[in-house]
């Protein structure tokens, strides 16, 4: 890939985020063996997360810089990197190529990285409490994936991507079977590991057939791959067809690969198990940050690398959407397990956050403004879609303290009448998932999705997406009815009052739900803080 003609250049300053991540693992380690207390083992977590997100923050207000820069070959070797900084676009200055890039998308990925990571281990109080899960080992396992997550988003070729989307994985697979005496918990991370593995290895193989069709793996070399044909034209007999035809063979394979991690389909049948059989904020996590560095290693890779094979792109996240929209939202129609309901429901969100991809990337020669509206909405669906997620998993955890896991829906009849200010933010959460106000973080998202496609020149796409909200409103005022459902008060025994089923809920739990119930009315009244940062 490089020639060794140029120094590579290492800037600590862009490595921050993901320095202080992965010293937060090791922090987790040392309070763990040290001390040995599940409070200040958790503590450690919580304050690696909120450094990690202050890095972020800093970082979205200085100009993007890059990190393990080096020339490729073919490419005429100019000066370095001037302080780290990068131009408008193209390759760096110098025609370095780099395997790291923080931008601002960079850094927003990482800030949203560290809230989940803290707002799952604040999930996690009551779980670690209990000593159902090893303190030190559960938090190491969500500060090593938190690490993935934020490499990811500065992931500047397709080997960096790809061991960034694994270093986020790996831990959950661990984290998925860990809870102690539970069976199903086991099994649930076997069938989660065997499929990983399989699309892992279907990801590997794309990524191996890229390379050997262009004879690159940087994003932004791929992007410009016409100028790279000459000298990988010799794999297939120099044939410049045969190497079109591995190219697309390798894109539909690293797309397929990477639908894993959002759980479209036909990769989605490991989600619901996986979801109901986790404990309750891992399933969190599971449904928020995994499919997050999902959505943002296809982004990157169709909108960065991608781009010389939208022909062979367009068709395939088409695909995937319809199906994955339309397959989760009918098969959320008949569910009857809170946890379950909110795994298929979440199958059929990565549909819609898939689909103005595939409307931008569907027909050659489509410009650089709807590719950006395309971005912009995949990435504001993401961010109301994780926001609004999480207040769900947070609402049940505060309804089920004590059950450790979601339980039947049925279950949930009049929860909103013993608890008003929880049922409260659940319906929210629930109707902003549908599209509906007063959810308008969810309504925006819609639009914003709706208005992409009709940009992008994709109007049954449109449709589509509009019948598929439609099915998505049935499930959803199903379950928002059953919270304020009335039932029949039981007869105490001796004539005391029965207390409200659940037990007390946790602080740490109660504050994430506010915390992230009110981002999300924020968030719907000012939606254009969202697009602002992505453009940004």
């Known amino acids: 890939m490089t020639d060794g003609t140029a120094a590579q250049t290492i800037d600590h300053l862009a490595l921050l985020p993901a320095y202080l991540a992965a010293a937060t693992a090791v922090a987790v380690l040392l309070a763990d063996l040290f001390i040995g207390r599940r409070a200040v083992t958790g503590a450690a977590a919580v304050a690696g997360a909120a450094g990690v997100g202050l890095a972020a923050l800093v970082a979205l207000a200085h100009p993007a810089r890059a990190t393990f820069c080096g020339t490729p070959s073919g490419v005429p070797a100019g000066g370095g990197l001037p302080d780290g900084g990068l131009p408008d676009g193209g390759l760096p200055v110098g025609g370095l190529a780099c395997s790291y890039v923080a931008d ?5 990925v990482a800030l949203l990285f560290a809230a989940l990571t ?3 281990l604040a999930l996690s109080a009551p779980l670690l409490n209990s000593g159902a899960v090893p303190a030190g080992e559960y938090c190491f396992l969500l500060a090593c994936s938190m690490t993935g997550g934020v490499v990811l988003g500065a992931a500047g070729d397709l080997i960096t991507l790809v061991v960034a989307v694994e270093t986020l994985t790996l831990p959950l697979y661990i984290l998925v079977g860990l809870r102690r005496q539970r069976a199903a918990s086991a099994e649930s991370a076997v069938s989660f590991f065997v499929v990983s593995v399989v699309s892992t290895a279907v990801a590997l193989l794309g990524v191996a057939l890229l390379y050997a069709a262009y004879g690159a793996v940087h994003l932004d070399l791929l992007a410009g791959a016409s100028g790279l044909a000459e000298p990988a034209g010799t794999v297939v007999g120099g044939s410049a067809d045969g190497q079109a035809r591995l190219a697309r063979v390798g894109v539909v394979l690293l797309l397929t690969g990477l639908a894993f991690k959002v759980a479209a389909v036909p990769l989605h049948a490991w989600a619901p198990k996986t979801y109901d059989g986790a404990p309750l904020p891992v399933a969190a996590y599971l449904s928020t940050a995994s499919k997050l560095g999902g959505v943002v290693a296809i982004v990157a ?16 996240l088409a695909v995937l959407a319809v199906a994955t929209m339309t397959v989760g939202n009918l098969v959320a129609l008949r569910q009857r397990r809170m946890v379950r309901l909110l795994a298929w429901s979440s199958i059929a969100q990565a549909g819609y956050i898939l689909v103005p991809l595939a409307a931008a990337a569907g027909v050659a020669g ?12 995949v990435f504001a669906y993401t961010v109301f879609f994780v926001l ?5 998993f947070a609402a049940v955890v505060a309804l089920r303290p004590a059950a450790g896991d979601g339980g039947r829906i049925a279950a949930y009849a009049g929860a909103a009448r013993r608890r008003p200010w929880v049922g409260a933010a659940l319906t929210l959460a629930l ?9 308008l973080a969810g309504l925006f998202a819609k639009v914003a999705v709706v208005r992409s496609l009709l940009v992008g020149g994709a109007g049954w796409l449109a449709l589509v997406v509009a019948a598929n909200a439609v099915l998505g409103l049935v499930y959803y005022l199903r379950v928002s009815a059953t919270l304020y459902a009335r039932v029949p008060e039981p007869t105490p025994p001796s004539g005391r009052g029965v207390p409200a089923p659940g037990g007390a809920v946790a602080w740490p739990v109660v504050a994430t739900l506010a915390v992230a119930t009110v981002l999300a009315v924020l968030l719907g009244f000012a939606p254009q803080v969202v697009f602002d940062v992505v453009a940004g």
């Open 301 to 316: 890779v169709v909108t960065e690398g991608l781009t010389p094979q939208l022909a062979a792109s367009g068709p395939v």
């Open 388 to 392: 609004l997620e999480l207040a769900a």
């Open 118 to 120: 803290a707002g799952v």
């Open 104 to 108: 601002s998308r960079a850094a927003l």
């Open 431 to 439: 109707i902003g998932l549908a599209g509906l106000p007063p959810g």
């Open 366 to 377: 489509r410009g650089a403004e709807e590719q950006a509206v395309a971005v912009a909405a």
